[in-house]
């Protein structure tokens, strides 16, 4: 789906939530900031993100997220 619509946040949202499960941070994070950006009004590419540096001990990546 996401190679149909490389657009699409939610799609870009689950892809990272998959990559988390995966043990993929990193390229988790990078489609969950892709996500964010496509479709600011959503939170949950947000929360996932900020939970996601937390998790990786970087509060100051996580502080940021959750202030934007």
């Known amino acids: ?3 149909m619509q490389p657009d699409n946040a939610a799609f870009r949202t689950q892809l990272g939530l998959s990559k988390l499960s995966l043990g ?8 969950l900031e892709s996500a964010r950006k496509l479709q600011p009004t ?14 990786n001990e970087h509060y100051d ?8």
């Open 1 to 3: 789906a996401i190679l």
């Open 42 to 55: 959503r939170h949950q590419a947000a929360i996932l993100l900020a939970l996601t540096h937390i998790r």
């Open 24 to 31: 993929e941070p990193d390229s988790a994070i990078e489609d």
């Open 61 to 68: 990546q996580a502080l940021e997220v959750s202030r934007q």
